[in-house]
């Protein structure tokens, strides 16, 4: 089972899916997929760890999640503009490589036994972009959430910390 959390920058989606995850599983899991870019930033992931506390299995994976051991468990996976941003880099700023790659992630989450809670951003609802590579990353953040939504059972768009549910199939 797929849920996708969405919404723009703090507006509570990496807080929604944690709480989520914990009414479904004592132990839980978090994946960040964010590289780690200077000491400042190693010190924001710490703090994020000890925050969610002892209960959560912590994984740091900046490619390939579904590698990791997930399956039959609640994972909250945040989030996807870290995880495009790592595959863009990878695949020097090729929009399609780095779409496949990450819908071959998505798609090999999706086969395992298991709820995937994914945390992206909406980030083409704000200012353009002023570099042309910063407007083919909205462009391909657009289509990978677009993706993502679709395959979703549920989607979640959080506004201001008010969780809206957009889609939710019904079992």
Not at 28 to 50: C, G, L, M, S
Not at 99 to 106: D, G, N, R, S
Not at 115 to 126: K, Q, Y
Not at 146 to 171: H, N
Request: proline share 2%; aromatic share 8%.
């Amino acid at each position: 089972m797929i849920t996708l959390v969405t919404g723009g920058a703090r507006s509570g989606k990496s807080r929604y899916a944690q709480e989520q995850a914990l009414t479904e599983s004592q132990q839980p899991v978090y994946v960040a997929t964010a590289k780690v870019w200077d000491e400042d930033f190693a010190q924001r992931i710490q703090r994020h760890k000890t925050e969610r506390g002892s209960q959560w299995t912590n994984y740091e994976e900046e490619l390939y999640v579904s590698k990791l051991p997930l399956g039959g468990r609640t994972v909250v996976v945040d989030c996807v503009t870290l995880w495009l941003t790592n595959f863009f880099t990878l695949h020097d700023y090729d929009a399609d490589k780095t779409l496949a790659a990450l819908q071959a992630e998505i798609d090999a989450l999706q086969q395992q036994q298991g709820h995937f809670l994914i945390v992206t951003n909406e980030i083409g609802m704000g200012v353009h972009a002023e570099t042309a590579v910063g407007r083919k990353f909205t462009d391909l953040q657009g289509w990978a959430n677009q993706y993502i939504a679709r395959i979703a059972d549920t989607v979640v768009l959080m506004i201001s910390g008010i969780p809206v549910v957009i889609k939710k199939q019904e079992k």
